[in-house]
C-alpha cells in the first residue's frame, strides 16, 4: 500500500515546485541588453531574468558565424569593439576555475558553448546557476556591471584561464537597471 501512495506524494511534490517556480519567476523583471558586433552594430539582444533555480540567459542574435561558440559572462561590463571587446576583462570568476570539465570548476561566468546554424541566428535558452541577479558575492550587478561575450571558436571546458575559445565576436553589457 505504501507503495501506491508514495508516487503520488512525489507526483503532488513536483506539482507544487512547479506551480511556485513559474510565479516566482514571473514577478522578476527581464534585463534587456543589445548584442554588438567587432564593427559596433547592433545584432540582436540578449535577455537576463533571475529565476528560483539562478539566471535565465535568452539570445535572439542574427549574423554571427556558423558553428559552436564560447559563451560567458566577463568581469566588467564594457563592450568597446575597437579595443575587440577585451574591455570586458576575463571571465565572471567568483573563486573558481575556469571549465564545466575542470575539478574546482566552473567559474560563474561559464556557460556551454552556443551553436549558431548555417542561417547565423543563435536563439536559444541557458540557465546559468554560478550567477545572480541580486546583491551578494555571486552578482553581475557589481559597479562596472558584467558582460556577455560570444567568441569565435568553442570553449574546450579545461583550458586556463578561459577555454582556449578564442578571439571575441559580439559583446552585451549586463547592467543593473536604473
Do not use: W
Not at 501512495?5 to 511556485?20: E, K, Y
Not at 548584442?35 to 537576463?48: A, E, N, Q, S, W
Not at 546583491?135 to 557589481?142: I, K
Amino acid at each position: 500500500m505504501m507503495r501506491s501512495f508514495r508516487p503520488f506524494a512525489v507526483a503532488a511534490l513536483a506539482l507544487g515546485a512547479q506551480v511556485a517556480v513559474p510565479a516566482m519567476a514571473a514577478d522578476a523583471p527581464m534585463i534587456h541588453a543589445d548584442v554588438i558586433d567587432i564593427t559596433g552594430k547592433t545584432i540582436g539582444m540578449v535577455m537576463v531574468q533571475q529565476t528560483p533555480a539562478g539566471v535565465l540567459v535568452t539570445t535572439d542574435i542574427k549574423g554571427l558565424p556558423e558553428g559552436d561558440h564560447g559563451f560567458h559572462f566577463h568581469e566588467k561590463g564594457i563592450c568597446d569593439p575597437a579595443q575587440k571587446f577585451t574591455t570586458s576583462g576575463g571571465h565572471f570568476a567568483t573563486g573558481h576555475k575556469h571549465g564545466l570539465m575542470t575539478m574546482g570548476g566552473p567559474h560563474g561566468g561559464d556557460m556551454p558553448n552556443q551553436h549558431v546554424g548555417a542561417d547565423g541566428v543563435l536563439k536559444g535558452q541557458v540557465l546559468n546557476t554560478g550567477v545572480t541577479l541580486t546583491p551578494g558575492a555571486m552578482s553581475v550587478f557589481d559597479a562596472d556591471g558584467t558582460a556577455l561575450v560570444i567568441h569565435a571558436k568553442p570553449d574546450d571546458y579545461t583550458s586556463q584561464p578561459a577555454g582556449n575559445a578564442g578571439d571575441r565576436l559580439a559583446c552585451a553589457v549586463i547592467a543593473k537597471p536604473k
